[in-house]
């Protein structure tokens, strides 16, 4: 089986705090995988550093066996690996319509075009279209992103996500402070746009977690304490006094 | 539909109005602001695809404008004395422009690796440093003189030689439309759409496969080239070109068009490029005051109308869409404003002129001309009379502004109505 992601002792401290200690991590093509953890773990964190936010502090990462440590967030991005945002992280003035097709330009081919008319790209156009027929946002693509609801803003985070193709999807919570049918929405959202790719997914709604992942990692201080089947992490001691055991956010 | 065909009805209308400009208004004087508004029309939209459009602040930007200005003079020099072979000086926009780019791409190399206050610190230091060496550099910027030349070279294909006025105009003109052109056109390419999401959410853009540093690099290279167009163009119009081309007030200048004119529509720069060449040829033969007034219209529309002349326009087109008359419904009040705000002006500047004259005039004449009539500054009767105006003008604002808003809150809230039902 093709490893999408493996970390590798994977360290990170800010000032003297480590917030990741030693992380290793594989994580298989295909695969739906969730992580888990109390507010503060670090999950975020490890999203940085996989995406190339921030800078590792020791370890090595790899993204379908080329090494992606300490590379620049576009090139991690131009290899195949989408991120979304915990905070909603999108283009408030523009249009639905113009930022998804802001994250379909670099994976059709134009680049830093300045000859090309953008509105005149049929590749463009029919990526852009189809990403906003499947974030189900078809109906307000000419309003301004700022002014959406916050759903619908998470549904657009997602949309910008994958507007690229990539292979690899990085969800950092994509249900928080929804609703339960809004949870519900997003869930088959997410189910859709993660077919035939490698999904990472932070969530603290277990019944998300355990309803999507095929596997589950449990991130406790900076450490993953267990990694496996959804099953087997709920029947796991030492995640369920760490983690299961406390009261949800 | 495409962007840029449904557009062709306006830069049609442009063109032939820029063709019958030179009839309308015949005087030479007139030609001569007809020229510099070209010339500046294209600085100000070059500016703007740094400020309005890749959200780069610069303090520097005359430096591309004028420097592509120097080299222009000394190769149309060379030219004229036959020390390099003839390029037709009807492109010579081209030979600025890339005099412009070739600038950009060092300056901005280092520049653009940062954005915000940085950019706009590093920008004002290249500007100084641009500035000082037309004094130090003398074989090149000739200090304080300047450098002249003769626009008159080579051959005159069709009898275009540019001897007369006009037909400097003509190429201005041309060039300004191509300009323009050219640079709605960038805005709506792949490098456009990302140098807006560059201004909106740099960090997002990093992880959908753009290096922010470089659609900046690029913004800014190109707005050079277009500051650098315009930079040769001046120097055909006034065939001189002196060190307060580069200077840091020249970037001020182009900075309050674009922003007067308002950085967040294409159409902004031009209209404050426009206003502002009208009134720095007009207001400052008449007042010492100019800049003063320059900088007092600045402060107010960063006040209350960011979005600069343009944004005011724009503030009403969704009304008009709606129906023309709920627009009309607004020109009375309009009226009674402005009309008021009028009455207050004109004593505010009865004032600043009196006070100008009295702090810069060394002369044992107290008496100065303000609105062709002769006041004797000493006496306290004009000061009394400008104070009554002022202030008879602010009372009748307080009465006809709150107009203006109810009028405006009825429209608005009119047209939610509409939208609901
Ligand atoms: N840029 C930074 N500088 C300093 N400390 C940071 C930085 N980013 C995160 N931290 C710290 O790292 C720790 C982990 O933060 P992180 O956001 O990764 O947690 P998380 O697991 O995503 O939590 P949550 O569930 O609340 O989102 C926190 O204590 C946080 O304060
Ligand atoms: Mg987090």
Redesign the interface.
């Known amino acids: 089986m093709t490893t999408a992601l493996q970390l590798k002792d994977v360290a990170k401290s800010f000032g003297n705090t480590q917030i990741i200690r030693d992380v290793d991590l594989d994580i298989a093509h295909g695969e739906l995988h969730a992580m888990i953890g109390p507010n503060g773990a670090g999950k975020s964190t490890l999203f940085n550093l996989i995406?190339?936010?921030y800078h590792v502090s020791g370890g090595t990462i790899s993204f379908y066996d080329s090494e992606i440590t300490n590379k620049?967030?576009?090139e991690i991005?131009?290899m195949g690996l989408?991120?979304s945002?915990q905070v909603t992280?999108?283009?408030?003035?523009?249009s639905v319509y113009?930022n998804l097709?802001?994250?379909v330009?670099?994976?059709t081919g134009?680049?830093?075009?300045?000859?090309?008319?953008?509105?005149?790209q049929r590749d463009v156009n029919e990526r852009t279209e189809e990403v906003l027929e499947m974030i189900g946002l078809t109906g307000r693509r000419d309003v301004p992103a700022g002014m959406l609801s916050y759903s619908d803003q998470r549904a657009l985070e997602i949309g910008?996500t994958i507007?690229?193709d990539p292979k690899m999807i990085m969800l950092d919570e994509p249900t928080a402070g929804m609703s339960h049918s809004e949870t519900e929405q997003a869930v088959a959202l997410i189910r859709k746009v993660s077919k035939g790719k490698t999904l990472v997914m932070v969530e603290h709604d277990m019944g998300v977690v355990f309803d999507l992942a095929d596997k589950i990692s449990v991130l406790v201080y900076g450490e993953i304490i267990a990694s496996d089947a959804p099953q087997n992490i709920r029947n796991n001691a030492a995640v369920q006094e760490a983690y299961l055991g406390t009261e949800q956010h | 539909m495409?962007?840029?065909t449904k557009n062709s009805p306006i830069w049609i209308a442009a063109a032939v109005l820029f063709a019958i400009l030179p009839f309308i208004f015949q005087s030479g004087f007139a030609l001569n602001i007809l020229s510099q508004m070209g010339v500046f029309i294209i600085f100000a939209l070059a500016y703007n695809m740094l400020l309005g459009q890749g959200g780069m602040l610069s303090f520097g930007h005359a430096i591309y404008f004028g420097l592509a200005g120097y080299f222009t003079a000394h190769f149309i020099t060379l030219m004229g004395e036959e020390a390099l072979p003839y390029f037709p000086i009807s492109l010579i926009p081209l030979f600025g422009g890339l005099a412009g780019l070739i600038c950009g791409i060092v300056v901005g190399y280092v520049s653009t690796r940062r954005a915000g206050t940085t950019f706009a610190m590093i920008s004002l230091g290249f500007g100084e440093l641009v500035t000082a060496s037309t004094l130090i550099l003398i074989a090149f910027f000739n200090g304080e003189e300047g450098i002249q030349t003769d626009r008159w070279v080579g051959p005159e294909p069709f009898g275009i030689n540019y001897g007369s006025d006009i037909q400097v105009y003509y190429l201005i003109a041309i060039w300004c439309l191509l300009c323009m052109i050219a640079m709605f056109?960038?805005t709506?390419?792949?490098?456009?759409?990302?140098s807006?999401?560059v201004r909106?959410?740099a960090?997002?853009?990093?992880?959908?496969?753009?290096?922010?540093q470089?659609?900046r690099w690029?913004a800014f290279a190109?707005s050079s080239f277009f500051a650098g167009a315009a930079g040769s163009l001046h120097v055909m119009n006034y065939e001189h070109v002196g060190f307060e081309t580069v200077s840091v007030a020249q970037s001020g200048l182009v900075l309050f068009m674009a922003y007067i004119g308002g950085v967040g529509h294409f159409i902004g720069p031009v209209l404050g490029a426009i206003l502002i060449t009208i009134l720095n040829s007009t207001l400052s033969d008449l007042t010492e005051a100019w800049f003063l007034y320059l900088g007092l219209i600045f402060v107010v529309i960063v006040l209350f109308s960011p979005g600069g002349l343009a944004g005011i326009v724009m503030m009403h087109e969704p009304i008009w869409k709606t129906s023309p008359r709920l627009l009309a419904s607004l020109v009375v009040p309009y009226i009674y404003g402005i009309a008021t705000t009028l009455v207050a002006l004109c004593g505010l500047i009865g004032m600043i002129e009196m006070l100008y004259y009295r702090s810069t005039t060394f002369s044992a004449d107290t008496s100065t001309s303000i609105y062709g009539v002769t006041v004797d500054t000493a006496s306290v009767v004009p000061w009394l009379v400008f104070i009554v105006v002022t202030g008879v003008g602010v009372y009748l604002c307080r009465m006809s502004y709150p107009g203006m808003a109810h009028s405006w809150n009825a429209v608005i809230n009119d047209i939610k109505q509409r939208m609901v039902s």
């Open positions: 995406s190339g936010k620049e967030p576009y991005s131009r989408g991120r945002f992280n999108i283009f408030p003035r523009m113009e097709r802001c994250g330009l670099w994976s134009h680049r830093y075009s300045f000859w090309h008319l953008v509105n005149r910008i507007a690229g | 495409n962007g840029m056109f960038l709506k390419t792949p490098f456009g759409r990302m807006n999401a909106d959410n960090e997002r853009v990093q992880f959908i496969g753009y290096n922010t470089r659609v690029l190109l």
